[in-house]
């Protein structure tokens, strides 16, 4: 059984999180109502998952995140409030080395943490599955992206396809900064993430990439150089590959996979538009989203890329795409960037 650690400074949030974890077969060990206690009871439980609220007296959720990381390293998952501040505050957070988040629904009633039951019971799950014992930043040197070279050679039009879940904003942000603006690419990212932090997520990508990054507006159209990140709530389809640009639109069709944006329709409608070289990533995540999409690239000539095992927080999504898909190349984090600029090195210009 599962073990759980709850740390939340309201009563209401921490005796609804605990039913609903013991109703999911998740035995909580302790619940802590500020920072301080937090770190205590993880150290004296030793649990096998913590669930960590942002804003607690005595210590921060982060600061909680980094005295754990440093001192008794379990995996954690952030739970935050849907505000600008506690966005900002849960990506620092990713940052310390929690392995994911969930955003709390409106206020602390309860029968709005009960409606979100079931993705609560299975969010702390795979996060409890999460490799933490070699935890290193992903974040590369400054100079970093500069190290893969591309050639006046490099294939024109190169489309790129990027599908994460559980563990993926820190690998996504490593991978994305270290690929080389002169390759020209054309970026969509699918991250299986809440509509109210996509746009801050975007953002942050923009802000620490070379590439010109945004959240997907529909009818949103990108060029070389050019990333969007699909948008909370909406699938991300493409719908055009015109004069170097692809267009894009957001679908609020039925979820995939549970999820809503899915990684599936996005690499999908990649496969049946794009003309130009096309490349296809799934990182780490739990589930199997991602692998009919990278099939269909596949089956359309383009290329197929899997985070490996070792470096992926969450072994679901990459293992099911690789025993599915005749992938092209299986590769650690910190290769996965040189491994999409060498895919599309394969091809002729």
């Known amino acids: 059984m599962v073990r759980a650690v709850i740390a939340d400074d309201s009563a209401v949030m921490r005796e609804t999180l605990g039913k609903i974890l013991e109703a999911g077969g998740i035995e909580v060990v302790a619940r802590a109502k500020d920072g301080h206690e937090a770190v205590e009871a993880i150290e004296r439980c030793d649990p096998d998952v913590a669930t960590i609220d942002i804003q607690m007296p005595g210590l921060t959720g982060h600061e909680v995140i980094e005295r754990v990381m440093d001192e008794h390293p379990i995996p954690m998952l952030v739970i935050s409030s849907q505000t600008t ?14 392995v994911d988040f969930l955003a709390k629904p409106s206020g602390d009633g309860s029968v709005d943490i009960w409606t979100q039951k079931d993705t609560i019971v299975d969010r702390v799950l795979a996060v409890a599955d999460a490799d933490v014992t070699n935890m290193e930043t992903d974040r590369p040197d400054d100079d970093r992206s500069t190290t893969i ?3 006046s050679e490099f294939p024109c039009e190169p489309t790129l396809v990027i599908g994460a879940s559980t563990g993926g904003p820190r690998v996504v942000e490593r991978v994305l900064s270290e690929l080389p603006t002169r390759a020209g690419l054309r970026i969509l990212v699918v991250q299986h993430m809440a509509d109210h932090y996509t746009n801050r997520f975007a953002k ?71 003309t130009g070289n096309l490349t296809g990533v799934i990182m780490t995540g739990m589930g199997a989203d991602g692998a009919d999409g990278l099939a269909a690239i596949k089956n359309a000539g383009g290329k197929a890329i899997v985070q490996d095992e070792a470096t992926s927080r969450v072994y ?16 650690p984090k910190d290769r996965i960037a040189e491994g999409i600029t060498n895919a599309f090195r394969g091809w002729s210009a």
């Open 85 to 98: 501040r506690n966005a900002d505050a849960t990506f620092d957070a990713l940052d310390a080395g929690a």
């Open 149 to 151: 070279d591309v050639s």
């Open 204 to 274: 942050r990508l923009n802000e620490r990439t070379a590439y010109d990054f945004r959240e997907a507006r529909d009818g949103d159209t990108v060029g070389p150089g050019e990333g969007v990140l699909a948008k909370g709530g909406q699938h991300l389809l493409v719908t055009d590959f015109t004069n170097g640009r692809l267009t894009v639109a957001h679908d609020d069709g039925p979820k995939r996979h549970n999820v809503r944006p899915a990684i599936d329709p996005t690499m999908e409608t990649a496969a049946e538009t794009v």
């Open 316 to 331: 679901g999504m990459p293992k099911v795409a690789a025993e599915q898909v005749d992938v092209d190349m299986v590769l």
